[in-house]
């Protein structure tokens, strides 16, 4: 039962990032906003969940991620572990990666041969051998599939991470510097992978070794709850303040960004925890067998999200310039209930998606997915 509550818990965690990283890429507004009035306050929304909340998501995926490679490492890391966990992770993080990349390079081939230059974007996709390697290695036509390269060689760095993160005090040190070189990244020579993911995967991974009551039964979740709640409402307070202040010493600006980043998540998974202990009817919730289907295929919502919200905004301001007679306020009212429904949208197409390929082609929906 325990065990079901956590994956539950852990799925409605990475629902919740997955709607935070549709809405990143949702912006139909010029930001930051300017001026005042309702136009301001669209902005300025806009701005909060994409510029703020937003950023915090594949921070929380890559705790979560690394996390779950280290669960169970403290009883079990050897080489065999890591091995299994590598071929498991070849199914579920490598093969997608390249097949998602290929599927969005062969797209965009396809619609630069009928319909020409996308809006913004020049000339023609070439179709050649560095291109092709660009597009399905270095995800050059998916953009959003960063996450997956970082994650990659994050994973494969696992055995060295291991050995810096299995004992506490060495482990916090770690985090430490590894925090460091987040937020002075530009004084490093080189940058073999991304500093703040490395962050971010770090401190997930510490967590599997060393906060496993924490997270796993709750045991002092409410006063981590309580305690990086009072830290986030004083940053959303004071950002602009330590923007300010920190303004002549980019390092720390960095630096509290970063902080902001792994926070935010960590506070919305205890939220999930207590709240899963206090308020019956969510235990109930968490505890069941099953899920609702759209809260399963997060990384199909994750994976074909960028190209959906591209396409409905671009046809909703093809469809405004349509309508020259609509008030500037009934335009914005507009953009901003399209920003905000796009994460349901998605998850509807998703879910579809999801039903479509079962039903026809259970295997290529298992590829596509990785299992998830």
């Known amino acids: 039962m325990q065990e079901q509550s956590l994956r539950n818990r852990i799925t409605v965690f990475t629902f919740a990032l997955t709607i935070l990283v549709i809405w990143v890429h949702s912006v139909n507004m010029p930001l930051p906003p300017q001026g005042e009035g309702f136009a301001a306050f669209a902005g300025r929304v806009e701005d909060f969940f994409t510029n703020r909340l937003g950023q915090t998501a594949v921070p929380g995926f890559f705790m979560v991620s690394a ?40 797209g965009r081939l396809m619609v630069s041969r009928c319909l020409g230059a996308l809006p913004g974007e020049p000339g023609y996709v070439p179709f050649d051998g560095i291109t092709l390697y660009q597009a399905v290695v270095h995800y050059l036509y998916n953009p959003v599939f960063w996450y997956l390269q970082e994650l990659i060689l994050l994973i494969l760095l ?56 924490l997270l796993e039964e709750g045991r002092g979740a409410l006063g981590v709850l309580l305690g990086s709640a009072g830290l986030l409402l004083l940053y959303l307070l004071f950002h602009g303040r330590f923007e300010a202040a920190f303004s002549g010493n980019p390092a720390l600006l960095v630096g509290e960004t970063v902080a902001f980043r792994a926070l935010f998540p960590a506070f919305l998974f205890f939220l999930l925890t207590v709240l899963s202990e206090k308020w019956a009817v969510l235990g109930s919730f968490l505890g069941r067998g099953e899920l609702p289907a759209f809260m399963q295929i997060n990384f199909l919502i994750y994976a074909t999200h960028y190209i959906l919200v591209r396409c409905v905004n671009g ?35 998703g879910l579809l998606g999801s039903r479509i390929l079962g039903r026809f082609s259970p295997g290529l929906r298992q590829i596509l997915t990785g299992g998830r």
Request: with cysteine.
């Open 67 to 106: 996390y779950l490679f280290f669960r169970k490492a403290s009883e079990h890391f050897s080489g065999a572990f890591v091995l299994k966990k590598w071929k498991r992770r070849a199914f579920t993080v490598l093969l997608p990666y390249l097949l998602w990349n290929l599927l969005y390079y062969v």
């Open 315 to 349: 046809a909703l301001q093809r469809g405004l310039e349509t309508l020259p007679g609509l008030p500037s306020e009934g335009r914005t009212v507009v953009l901003l209930l399209c920003y905000l429904l796009l994460p349901a949208f998605c998850a509807a197409c």
């Open 158 to 213: 696992a055995p060295l991470i291991w050995l810096l993160v299995k004992n506490r005090i060495i482990g916090i040190l770690f985090l430490l510097a590894a925090f460091f070189g987040a937020a002075n990244w530009n004084l490093l020579p080189l940058h073999p992978v991304n500093e703040d993911a490395l962050f971010y995967f770090s401190l997930g991974s510490f967590a599997a070794f060393h906060g496993r009551p």
